[in-house]
T-cell receptor
């Protein structure tokens, strides 16, 4: 059973460009979470999605950031008009449905560098 | 989610047991104790979790005190590959997010 997959693993963008980060959850998992880790800082929750629904986006910056988890395909975290402060590692986690088995399993992350 | 307190760093000799403490004095009755670790900038790795009883799996053991106000993660035979930042998190089952603190930076020495 493959783990959580994220791509690309490394992404370089210039200021003002768009960044798209993809996350494929583990097989059988329908819940996806995105976290961000700024350099030398801890992991911070950004958003929680179920298929086609955003459940909690309390950690998302108010502008330029959006996330989706369509019925088919991976979850996408989209950052428009990137700035240098967006440089960070972005981790995706997934969990199966059901509150008793909701342990989150993380992917390897996407490291975004904004020049 | 309840706040946890962990020592910022610890050292352990290779082959010895590593015992990582965590205080969670304000934990509620329905909150679980989770442990994750992050090796060098990789994605966090789930280790173990428990509610009241001690738990053991192939990676580690989790000892929770009877009053549930503290717990200890035990790596029975630490190897150099166990060098990582270890996070203790308390969380209600079904809660949507993990709240990571600063964790304990564990260094295994040869």
């Amino acid at each position: 059973n493959a783990g959580v997959m994220q791509n690309p693993r490394h992404l370089v963008r210039r200021r003002g460009q768009e960044a798209r980060l993809r996350c494929s959850p583990m097989k059988g998992h329908s819940h996806v979470y995105w976290y961000r880790q700024l350099p030398e800082e801890g992991l911070k929750f950004m958003v929680y999605l179920q298929k086609e629904n955003i459940i909690d986006e309390s950690g998302m910056p108010k502008e330029r950031f959006s996330a989706e988890f369509p019925k088919e395909g991976p979850s996408i975290l989209r950052i428009q008009q990137v700035v240098r402060g967006d440089s960070a590692a972005y981790f995706c986690a997934s969990s199966p449905p059901g509150w008793r088995t909701d342990t989150q399993y993380f992917g390897p992350g996407t490291r975004l560098t904004v020049l | 989610d309840a706040k946890t307190t962990q020592p910022p760093s610890m050292d352990c000799a290779e082959g010895r047991a590593a015992n990582l403490p965590c205080n969670h004095s304000t934990i509620s009755g329905n909150e679980y104790v989770y442990w994750y670790r992050q090796i060098h900038s990789q994605g966090p790795q789930y280790i173990i979790h428990g509610l009241k009883n001690n738990e053991t799996n192939e990676m580690a053991s989790l000892i929770i005190t009877e009053d549930r106000k503290s717990s200890t993660l035990i790596l029975p035979h630490a190897t150099l590959r166990d060098t990582a930042v270890y996070y203790c998190i308390v969380r209600v089952a079904g809660a949507q997010k993990l709240v990571f603190g600063q964790g304990t930076r564990l260094t295994i020495n040869p």
